[in-house]
């Protein structure tokens, strides 16, 4: 199996996969390919490759290289995980949203930091599965960047049909309801229907019963988890938990993502009156924040590369090598996954991007029946749905008026005198990734 990684430079999610492939026994002899346009995060990997080599028993076959074409050639699975202008980039799609008065605890999903980075990435994505028709016309792509269901939609709408979007929020969520009724997380069962950040647990059972009810009864009585253990670098990014408690008690199904981008799909989590979110435990993360914590994962890397920490060879929670394990021998597993919508949530739109349990082999990936989304929660996520559909219509055609309907629709956007302003600020500011916008030749 040949595995290309597209960023393969990244502190975080590169390393992950490669130990995980690495300690995945059906993947022994596979050879993975780190592929990224920055040559010198993507040779830290690379030593820090052989570095874990040096500590399996059986080596990994471990390639980098700053050549797209030679990455994607005969690939097996494409895994795509990027940053397109990196944090600098991003750091329009917070700054800008709050000179205008909108807070955005993470802005890489929903609200204008969302939709600004939708437009931005789709054309690269895009133009990768353009590229994987050529070089590889059969492999899966598994994409880990967000916004994830607007990018796996992009893809598909682009003529992909082996494009699997996975998260891994719903595993956050799992282990506090773990903790909560003090059992093992491999007893609990759950029915989760939703988009992606935006999930609903909408039936939890306890090796086969009922657990709603325990449930309900130990978030009446939970506190705030004393985050106090943590890393600086770690503590803006950790889950506090009072939103999604919240939501489940009006709602009476619960939330299945951080509170972080929870709270972004609600105009009342993070206005003056929440205190910027503070009166729900939500602290807005910063660039700052994240170039403290890169700078933390590469000086991390650095100390395992000089032997001066060891590599631990023990398996993230993510999902990638299970899936690439089933998709090797061709055996059913069951992941949470995004996928095109072919009934899983039966009152949401054919062929959006949903997230729901789902079943992968070798052949093809389906999501299980969840059934319908409650009213009141069908309410919510419809709407960004819409948005979902408007903001890849936008950046598919270089639509302005598209953008800013997909603007308009964002809950986080209460002015509507100055959204257009905001919006152009926003493409302006990323005109150097905006083509279609502003080239009427490279529309797709």
């Not at 939703?194 to 609903?200: A, C, L, Q, T």
């Not at 001066?308 to 299970?322: F, G, H, M």
């Not at 936008?394 to 809950?411: C, F």
């Amino acid at each position: 199996m040949k595995i290309a990684i597209v960023g393969g430079g990244s502190y975080q999610w590169a390393p992950m996969l490669l130990r995980d492939i690495a300690l995945e026994p059906a993947l022994a002899g596979a050879r993975v390919v780190l592929y990224d346009i920055a040559p010198e995060p993507l040779a830290l990997v690379g030593r820090w490759a052989e570095r874990l080599n040096q500590a399996l028993p059986q080596p990994l076959t471990v390639e980098t290289t700053t050549d797209r074409a030679t990455a994607l050639a005969g690939a097996d699975v494409v895994i795509l995980s990027i940053a397109v202008g990196g944090l600098e980039a991003m750091r329009h799609d917070l700054e800008i949203p709050l000179r205008y008065g909108i807070v955005q605890t993470v802005g890489d999903t929903v609200g204008p930091g969302g939709l600004s980075r939708a437009l931005r990435h789709i054309p690269v994505v895009v133009d990768l599965v353009r590229a994987m028709a050529q070089l590889c016309p059969d492999a899966w792509l598994l994409n880990l960047t967000n916004p994830m269901s607007a990018l796996c939609r992009a893809a598909a709408r682009a003529g992909w049909r082996r494009v699997i979007g996975l998260c891994h929020e719903l595993f956050g969520t799992l282990r506090i309801i773990s903790e909560l009724l003090a059992v093992p997380e491999s007893h609990l069962q759950v029915n989760v229907a939703g988009i992606n950040h935006f999930i609903w647990i909408l039936g939890l059972w306890v090796d086969g019963q009922d657990a709603w009810p325990r449930l309900r009864a130990a978030i009446a009585q939970a506190t705030p988890p004393d985050l106090s253990h943590l890393p600086p670098e770690r503590r803006p990014f950790a889950d506090r938990r009072l939103i999604k408690f919240a939501l489940f008690q009006t709602y009476g199904a619960l939330p299945a993502a951080g509170d972080r981008h929870l709270a972004e799909f609600f105009p009342f989590f993070l206005g003056p009156h929440a205190d910027a979110g503070r009166r729900y435990g939500v602290e807005v993360t910063t660039i700052e924040h994240r170039q403290r914590l890169r700078a933390a994962l590469r000086a991390r890397l650095e100390r395992q590369i000089a032997g001066e920490e060891p590599i631990p060879l023990t398996p993230s929670r993510e999902e990638v090598a299970p899936i690439l394990a089933a998709i090797r021998q061709r055996r059913p597993s069951v992941h949470i996954m995004n996928l095109p919508n072919r009934g899983q949530v039966a009152n949401l739109p054919p062929e959006v991007v949903v997230e729901t349990l789902g079943v992968v082999d070798g052949a093809t990936a389906r999501g299980l029946a969840a059934g319908d989304l409650p009213p009141a929660i069908h309410s919510l996520v419809a709407r960004h749905v819409v948005t979902q559909e408007l903001t890849v219509e936008a950046a598919l055609r270089g639509d302005r008026n598209l953008a800013r309907q997909a603007l308009l629709n964002d809950p986080l956007v209460t002015d509507f005198a100055r959204a257009d302003a905001l919006l152009d600020d926003l493409l302006q500011a990323h005109r150097a990734y905006l083509p279609q916008f502003f080239d009427r030749a490279v529309v797709q």
